[in-house]
């Protein structure tokens, strides 16, 4: 699978301390293939877990490890921060969105907007309405790694699959 991504070098110019610009590059190989590592971990990402020190960021953290696992070049960060969400929300995507993670009082929430399109031979994706597919995690819950990821490696397939 060959997706377009922009790279971001930080460079020197003209001799000044300190002084930097972006340069953006476009390639047609992804970044695990230019021999970039793994998705580094949002820092903003590190704060809505650290955020709840109880089963809910242990929760959240391990999932978020089994999708930074699951797809080499995902892109996490946050979106969606308001008054009413100042840490906003865990998002991942490649070539469009693939999921998030929210807590709640009682769950922590990874939902897939194109869930519905996505083949789930195991059942992960229950919880939905319209195209939409959530999985619902509670305290002592676990996960299927291998399924969970199956499902990220079919989301992230079908965003970066050509149009047509």
Known sequence: MTLRQEQVDLTQTDGDVGSTKVVR??????????????????PDVDKIIAAFPDWRGDMLSRIRNLILEAEPDIVEETKWVKPSNPL???????GGLICTGETYKDKVKFTFPKGSALPDPEGLLAVGAGVR??????????VDAEAFQAVIRAAAALNTAPKG
Do not use: F
């Open 25 to 42: 590059q476009k390639s047609s190989t992804p970044l695990s293939r230019r021999g970039y590592s793994r998705c580094m971990p949002s």
């Open 88 to 94: 906003g929300v865990a998002t991942w995507s490649l």
């Open 133 to 142: 597919r959530a999985i619902d995690l509670h305290e002592g819950d676990t």
